[in-house]
T-cell receptor, first 111, second 114 residues
Framework: GESVGLHLPTLSVQEGDNSIINCAYSNSASDYFIWYKQESGKGPQFIIDIRSNMDKRQGQRVTVLLNKTVKHLSLQIAATQPGDSAVYFCAERGNGQNFVFGPGTRLSVLP | NAGVTQTPKFQVLKTGQSMTLQCAQDMNHEYMSWYRQDPGMGLRLIHYSVGAGITDQGEVPNGYNVSRSTTEDFPLRLLSAAPSQTSVYFC?????????????FGEGSWLTVV
């Protein structure tokens, strides 16, 4: 899950396994959530989004689950590949129009 | 389309110097914003703009200035650089503020203040 501090939490998975990255968000009024992938030296890239009136949304190899009861978001990556190695972070849109970003989780794919 | 373009990619400044990070987008997006990213922390909003001629402060605006004279451009000015402003800066844009309008980021500007 998300943590505050200088060190990112790291998830190491074997190539071909499924990955689950978690995010705890803070604002129960948040109505829109996005997962981003950030590779080293690059800007964040959109992966998938979900509105608060949904519990689940699927993309290509990725699924986002939203549990509003416990304010928890997860990103599932199926059949993780070396190219999936990156930092993943969630963003929530709370009050107003701006997003709040989590610190991220580093995903490391082992050969 | 180029998307969101930031310059420069890398910059070293001395304490007290001023500089401008440039940002341009060619997607006709109304909403533009600047974030800074520090180790182990999420992106923090510095300033944002919901349209030409309109700017507002984000979470960490001190020491930074912005303007939005055109839809395309949103420069970020460091007025008197301090070591605490050493960071990676990202410009971002999106079409509108409605749900479903995702944010597009530039490639980042690495700034070191010595």
């Amino acid at each position: 899950g998300e943590s505050v501090g200088l060190h990112l939490p790291t998830l190491s998975v074997q190539e071909g396994d499924n990955s689950i990255i978690n995010c705890a968000y803070s604002n129960s009024a948040s109505d829109y959530f996005i997962w981003y992938k950030q590779e080293s030296g690059k800007g964040p890239q959109f992966i998938i989004d979900i509105r608060s009136n949904m519990d689940k949304r699927q993309g290509q190899r990725v699924t986002v689950l939203l549990n509003k009861t416990v304010k928890h978001l997860s990103l599932q990556i199926a059949a993780t590949q070396p190219g999936d190695s990156a930092v993943y972070f969630c963003a929530e849109r709370g009050n107003g129009q701006n997003f709040v970003f989590g610190p991220g989780t580093r995903l490391s794919v082992l050969p | 389309n180029a998307g969101v373009t930031q310059t420069p990619k890398f910059q070293v400044l001395k304490t007290g110097q001023s500089m401008t990070l440039q940002c341009a987008q060619d997607m006709n997006h109304e909403y533009m914003s600047w974030y800074r990213q520090d180790p182990g922390m999420g992106l923090r909003l510095i300033h944002y703009s919901v349209g030409a001629g309109i700017t507002d402060q984000g979470e960490v605006p001190n020491g930074y200035n912005v303007s939005r004279s055109t839809t395309e451009d949103f420069p970020l000015r460091l007025l008197s650089a301090a070591p605490s402003q050493t960071s990676v800066y990202f410009c971002a844009s999106r079409y509108g503020t409605d749900t479903g309008n995702t944010i597009y980021f530039g490639e980042g500007s690495w700034l070191t203040v010595v």
